[in-house]
């Protein structure tokens, strides 16, 4: 049997794909909605639905809902980043519709910024290697996970702010897990003052010097998208720690993210006609 608050939250669910595809549908005939991959600039004249990666259905819905009337629509997003934690993947679903204009905004800087073009390089599914000649990326290869919270504290208390000036409000530490030798719980144990996340509650934060750390124990839950948002809340400088070995690059590679499946893009598809 099927508990009754599961039904509640399929009705939910159902209520937000509906909502958004009514609006998506709506918007598009009227020519008024596209799609922005990245940040939309300052001022832009439009009415912008910002970090649409991480918004759940009902959150995407009230927003569309919000959109003054005879006023161009934006939703801008970063496909590559970790989505939310709520069902479905509506950005993803929107440009794989299709039915939109899309713009990309993405930084592909060849001779430009080291973290733009380690960002550029993580979207093609390659790890680059550091450039000798230039701090913004470091990667620290250990032992096992207890190498890591040493090695992270080395780089928070000594490193990072002697060779950035970053004071501890300036660093982030990074992990994918809670628990475990290099988790959250045991890092943020090491390193008081500091301030330290797993990975997805990192949403819409940014720090100068970003600390990512990859247990061994994490490898099963390595991805593409959980590295380039590791990246991604860096502003001058990322430190990757890893005891993951070869299973890093390979999910940089591979790209795997489990796929969120909702009816959104078939209701798109059929012009909320199913």
Aim: net charge negative; proline share 8%.
């Amino acid at each position: 049997m099927v508990a009754d608050d599961t039904w509640v939250c399929l009705d939910a669910l159902a209520t937000a794909e509906d909502a958004v595809a009514d609006e998506v549908l709506g918007l598009a005939s009227e020519g008024r909605l596209a799609l922005v991959l990245g940040d939309v600039p300052p001022g832009a004249e439009a009415y912008v639905v910002p970090d649409a990666h991480r918004l759940d259905l009902e959150e995407l819905a009230g927003h569309l809902q919000q959109a003054p009337p005879d006023v161009p629509v934006v939703i801008a997003g970063d496909p590559d980043e970790l989505p939310g934690r709520a069902p479905g993947a509506a950005l993803r679903d929107l440009i794989e519709w299709g039915g939109l204009p899309v713009r990309d905004l993405r930084a592909d800087p060849a001779d430009g910024p080291a973290l733009g073009r380690l960002l550029a390089a993580l979207r093609r599914g390659d790890l680059l290697a550091p450039d000798s000649a230039d701090h913004s990326l470091v990667v620290v290869p250990c032992g096992d996970d207890a190498e890591i919270v040493v090695r992270v504290r080395q780089l928070v208390t000594d490193s990072i702010p002697r060779v950035f000036g970053a004071g501890p409000g300036d660093i982030l530490v990074l992990t994918p897990l809670q628990r475990g030798a290099a988790g959250q719980a045991a890092l943020a144990d090491a390193l008081p003052g500091i301030d330290v996340l797993t990975a997805h509650d990192a949403a819409r934060r940014q720090a100068a010097a970003v600390v990512a750390c990859f247990p061994g124990q994490a490898a099963g839950v390595l991805s593409r998208a959980l590295v380039y948002s590791c990246v991604r809340a860096a502003t001058r400088h990322v430190s990757v720690v890893t005891a993951s070995g070869d299973a890093l690059p390979a999910a940089v590679r591979s790209g795997e993210l489990r796929r969120r499946i909702t009816r959104l893009g078939p209701l798109l598809a059929a012009g909320f006609e199913i």
